[in-house]
């Protein structure tokens, strides 16, 4: 894979994931610290840093993403504004929508 698709790749990963994070945050009932489409794409951004980072450092899979969840969970707290089980939710609701996009979009691009 050259470098023009890595980048290409991690651009729409950001935008999607952005998108995935910002309807999140319209669902989950209560006001967030960063509820905006620019709120949403910071903490898409630190999302996708973290579990790089987990990747990089931590070679066994399944504790890369055990940790990066943790960490991503502190994360969501701290950027949302949100207690853990809200971080939690917010997760798993943004989970379930980048598994509806990742449906659909596919097909569109």
Known sequence: MSL????AGLILGWIVSTIAIWLAL???????KRESLAGAAITA???AFIYWFFRAVFKI???SGL???????YAL??????????????????WIINGIL????????
């Open 4 to 7: 023009a698709e890595d980048v």
């Open 26 to 32: 319209k669902i989950f009932p209560g006001k967030q």
């Open 67 to 73: 940790l990066a969840l943790l960490v991503w969970l």
């Open 45 to 47: 951004l630190v999302g």
């Open 102 to 109: 990742s449906l659909f979009l596919p097909t569109l691009l």
């Open 61 to 63: 899979p399944f504790i």
């Open 77 to 94: 707290r701290k950027l949302q504004g949100v207690g853990w089980l809200g971080a939690a939710a917010l997760t798993f609701l943004i």
